[in-house]
């Protein structure tokens, strides 16, 4: 069996460096969840109320805040990469031995 030698394809593609979402959103949580800790524990309060539900509240209101304020970041980091694009040219580089389709 005789090994041909196919000429390589070239292919213009986009390189670019994107931010992972879910990281944002969740990092954006975290820090939403410890300012409401700081608010609801640190601050002076209402005595008719409780403080873990004043966190409660608060970790409500400022998770889910945290979470956009996130994803506003990740949008503009992902932004910022399509404005930093560049274009490379990919040559596909052919086995140097056949694929039997026998696995190791």
Do not use: C, H, N, W
């Not at 300012?35 to 004043?54: C, I, T």
């Not at 805040?65 to 580089?93: F, M, T, W, Y």
Request: charged letters at 25%.
């Amino acid at each position: 069996m005789a090994f041909e030698e196919t000429p390589a394809e070239r292919r213009e593609v986009t390189v670019r460096r994107a931010p992972k979402y879910v990281p944002f959103l969740i990092l954006g949580a975290l820090v939403g969840a410890a300012v409401a800790a700081a608010v609801a524990y640190g601050l002076p309060g209402d005595e008719s109320f409780e403080r873990g539900s004043v966190f409660g509240f608060f970790l409500v209101m400022f998770g889910a805040g945290g979470a956009v304020l996130g994803a506003v970041v990740a949008l503009l980091l992902d932004r910022r990469s399509v404005k930093r694009q560049k274009r490379a040219i990919v040559e596909a580089v052919p086995d140097s031995e056949p694929d039997d389709g026998a696995q190791p």
